[in-house]
């Protein structure tokens, strides 16, 4: 004999509501949207509507060029510094080669000689 099969899967249950109001029911019940739009959208909104999506469209496009003049500010920075950097290792450089002993050493090559003698100073008498 055949034993009858017990269904396994769980037997869905109703879901239970909430007790009392929910926060967008009682909006519902106070605001009545609905009855406002059962003939469509009033006239007398769409200058309001229009506004704030106007100014909600500025407000975004005011926060985005906001924040691409902040990056743009930033990239600047770092090129600055970058730029003081180079700009003082090739002032030490420069310094460390217009010394009077680096300036000899690099004309000896040349075969010219630091001059022994002080230079003499010439004095123009005026008439």
Do not use: W
Request: glycine share 4%; proline share 4%.
């Amino acid at each position: 004999m055949k034993t009858a099969v017990k269904n396994r899967y769980k037997i869905k249950t109703e879901i239970s509501k909430p007790r009392g109001e929910s926060l967008f029911s009682k909006m519902d019940r106070l605001l009545k949207v609905d009855t406002s739009f059962d003939s469509g959208l009033p006239v007398r909104f769409v200058p309001y509507i229009l506004y704030f999506t106007c100014l909600g469209l500025f407000y975004i496009g005011n926060n985005h060029y906001a924040e691409k003049t902040i990056r743009k500010i930033s990239s600047l920075e770092e090129q600055v510094e970058d730029l003081r950097a180079n700009y003082t290792t090739r002032k030490a450089g420069y310094m460390f080669e217009s010394k009077q002993s680096e300036v000899a050493k690099r004309v000896k090559k040349l075969g010219l000689e630091e001059s022994a003698t002080p230079p003499n100073k010439i004095v123009v008498e005026e008439k």
